[in-house]
């Protein structure tokens, strides 16, 4: 059973500071990665995606992936309250997003004021 | 990003009846597209895939029979809930891939009555 975990929070982070989120993986094939905020009673909306090993940086988002320790992350910079969410870490064994992804679970972001 | 729309965003509907929600890429052609259910505070189910041409390949555990899916086009996938019942009251989403990432349609708030 290929597995997508994820801690469920609530993470809680004061407004500015850096939010960390964290997502493990079970398939060591696994290509492609996504990380997906959901809002409460709204559908996902994708945030960014990695391929390759590092960071990749999209203004205050960094998606960083460590194929070796089948590990991936998410960190926000200077964390807003409409920040609070529920973000979602997706994999897929293939490239490409024709491909059935793979859900954590969640993990449930409250930034403070 | 590309666009997902879906329709209608929300249905009521009486037990036995049967609903028919569309799912539509609008800039973009998606030969892939994926139908998911969500009930309150839980996660993503990925249901079925619908394949362009083809017919959908559905998950463990889903009734293909009550739960049709129809891609007639490169740019439609239909679900149609057949004889509802208030267990089938949910949120259901569909996403559309592009040659990269999926993207997720604004979902569909089903209650059966």
């Known amino acids: 059973q290929k597995e997508v975990e994820q801690n469920s929070g609530p993470l809680s982070v004061p407004e500015g500071a850096i939010a960390s989120l964290n997502c493990t993986y079970s398939?060591?094939?696994?290509?492609?990665f996504f990380w997906y905020r959901q809002y409460s009673g709204k559908s996902p909306e994708l945030i960014m995606s990695i391929y390759s090993n590092g960071d990749k940086e999209d203004g205050r988002f960094t998606a960083q992936l460590n194929k070796a320790s089948q590990y991936v992350s998410l960190l926000i910079r200077d964390s807003q309250p409409s920040d609070s969410a529920t973000y979602l870490c997706?994999?897929?064994?293939?490239?490409?997003?024709?491909?059935?992804?793979?859900f954590g679970a969640g993990t449930r972001l409250a930034v403070h004021p | 990003g590309a666009v997902v729309s879906q329709h209608p965003s929300w249905v009521i509907c009486k037990s036995g009846t049967s609903v028919k929600i569309e799912c539509r890429s609008l800039?973009?052609?998606?030969?892939?597209m994926f139908w998911y259910r969500q009930f309150p505070k839980q996660s993503l189910m990925l249901m079925a895939t619908s394949n362009e041409g083809s017919k959908a390949t559905y998950e463990q555990g889903v009734e293909k029979d009550k739960f049709l899916i129809n891609h007639a086009s490169l740019t439609l996938s239909t679900l149609t809930v057949t004889s509802a019942h208030p267990e089938d009251s949910s949120f259901y989403i569909c996403s559309a891939g592009t040659s990269y990432e999926q993207y997720f349609g604004p979902g569909t708030r089903l209650t059966v009555t």
């Open positions: 997706a994999v897929s064994p293939l490239s490409g997003g024709y491909n059935k992804l793979i």
């Open positions: 800039d973009f052609q998606a030969t892939t």
């Open positions: 398939d060591r094939g696994s290509q492609s």
